[in-house]
């Protein structure tokens, strides 16, 4: 009988983390795993950028706490990467200098001696990594095959996802003067603080009460952790540290020309996609428009594939809403409140700008995380309210009540003004059978596949016809479902994978 494959994972994040921070990418990591173990693969993951010990400052690696799954998870300490990229925009992130990058892969090194041989290494970003381990990786592990999976565009962009100054979409480094100016004024002077204080209250607590799963969960290491985030961490963290000696790793490395960065940010993207060229033997997209993006900047187009990444939502038949005959179009919004490259902001604006004739038959309903958080909104709403024919406004949605939520909606509007690689709220509405219009970026318009649902982010004024033509006639809604969504099942993602991983 064969041996069961095995497969090892990486991403900034740990394996199934209580307090999930990253995002989609971890959610679709954790259900790979969750199906690959149903398909009897042995599945390791390795996670790094977030774990610190302040009592010795080489690279080593642990066993992380999850005991939920059969998955083994680890977890590299001591990176000289800070994660996730937001803490590390003026870490050298393509080098942190020769020895801790030997140092780095020795450890990985190490890890795949005791733990594999691995049929596959499966990379979902590079955060929390400096990349110049990975030809080390790819020198000494030349039988397993490589995968790459772009979720976001880290490999371009320092901040992952080409958003230009908090305002519109990203068109051009400018010889890298672009990216110092994105990344604010008082970037730099707050960097000196941010990236030690974001791991200051873990490393003092662990180093206080260790890293066993018991203190994980007792109340004094969750004190602890709260205090340090309230106040005063770095000043705590530079008492301790001053004691002991140790600097963290991704202070003491091979930090950038603070006088001169343009340089830096011009050659990252270039030597970042150099290296992927040379390790990987498969890039995947979790669509065509971040395909196109990554050939754009260099990707070798014999290893770029497109694999839309499976979702737990998919249902087949899928519930189609049926236009209803109530008199108001019933018009959503899902996301998060205080991220503008999500559009929530776009999508007020343009109300406000719409007639009374038009807000009078609109129902709108904003299910998003701290919409009041940014100031002004509770206003706006107010104010628009009193135009429209009908608001439902509530902060926040679990995924267990969107259903009940989306029941009588009759249209989603996903109003995303970056390129979104595949944005998950617009498979939300769709596979609660609410059609949605989308603006033209990103990979969203390969889930909806209707041009006739699609407007463009360079005006308000795109998106007020869109919605005042539905409003109008609710029956040409109907028209959305004449072309396919394009959404993968979890098992359908997961056999598309199993190609790219190769025979048995």
């Not at 991403?11 to 690959?36: K, M």
């Not at 610190?52 to 999850?66: A, F, N, Q």
């Not at 994980?216 to 709260?226: M, P």
Request: charged fraction near 20%.
């Amino acid at each position: 009988m064969n041996a069961a494959r095995k497969v090892l994972f990486y991403n900034w994040e740990p394996a199934f983390a209580a307090n999930r921070r990253g995002g989609g990418v971890s959610v679709y990591q954790d259900n790979c795993i969750s199906r690959l173990l149903n398909r009897g693969w042995q599945v390791h993951s390795l996670a790094a950028g977030t774990a610190y010990d302040l009592t010795r400052s080489d690279p080593y690696i642990i066993r992380s706490e999850d005991t939920r799954t059969p998955h083994v998870g680890f977890v590299l300490v001591n990176s000289p990467v800070v994660a996730p990229a937001f803490y590390a925009h003026f870490i050298n992130q393509v080098t942190s200098g020769d020895s801790s990058d030997r140092a780095v892969a020795s450890a990985i090194i190490d890890l795949v001696r005791t733990n594999g041989p691995y049929d596959v290494f499966h990379f979902n970003n590079l955060e929390g990594l400096p990349a110049a381990v990975l030809p080390i990786l790819r020198e000494e592990f030349r039988d397993t095959r490589f995968i790459f999976f772009v979720h976001n565009y880290y490999l371009m962009c320092p901040q992952v996802n080409l958003w230009k100054n908090d305002s519109h979409n990203c068109d051009g480094k400018e010889g890298g003067h672009a990216c110092v100016s994105c990344l604010g004024k008082d970037a730099l002077t707050n960097f000196e603080v941010r990236a030690s204080n974001i791991v200051s209250d873990g490393a003092m607590s662990d180093a206080i009460f260790g890293r066993g799963p018991g203190p994980q969960t007792s109340f004094a290491k969750r004190a602890i952790r709260k205090s340090l985030r309230l106040g005063g961490a770095k000043e705590l963290l530079n008492v301790f540290r001053r004691h002991i000696g140790n600097p963290l790793p991704f202070e003491a490395q091979n930090k950038l020309l603070r006088n001169d960065l343009a340089p830096y940010f011009r050659d990252r993207e270039e030597n970042l996609i150099k290296l992927m060229n040379e390790t990987f033997d498969l890039i995947l997209s979790d669509s065509d428009r971040v395909k196109a993006i990554s050939l754009n900047a260099g990707i070798s187009a014999t290893r770029c594939k497109t694999s839309y990444p499976g979702t737990l939502f998919y249902r087949t038949p899928i519930p189609i809403h049926k236009p209803s005959n109530a008199t108001l179009l019933k018009l959503a919004f899902l996301g998060v409140a205080i991220l503008k490259n999500k559009g929530l902001d776009f999508l007020l604006s343009a109300l406000e700008q719409c007639p009374e004739t038009l807000l009078s038959k609109l129902h709108v309903v904003l299910l998003a995380r701290w919409i009041y958080q940014k100031a002004g909104n509770r206003e706006r709403l107010s104010a628009l309210g009193d135009r429209l024919g009908g608001i439902t406004v509530k902060d926040g949605y679990s995924h267990g009540e969107l259903g009940e939520l989306l029941e009588d909606v009759d249209l989603g509007v996903v109003p995303n003004l970056w390129e979104d690689c595949y944005p998950q709220v617009a498979v939300e509405f769709v596979c609660n059978g609410v059609p949605i219009i989308i603006s033209n970026l990103g990979g969203a318009k390969e889930i909806s596949s209707n041009p006739d649902f699609e407007f463009d982010v360079g005006s308000h004024m795109g998106l007020i016809k869109l919605i005042d033509k539905f409003a109008n006639d609710k029956q040409k809604l109907s028209s959305f479902w004449d072309k396919e969504p394009r959404i993968l099942s979890m098992d359908a993602h997961i056999d598309e994978l199993l190609e790219h991983y190769g025979p048995m």
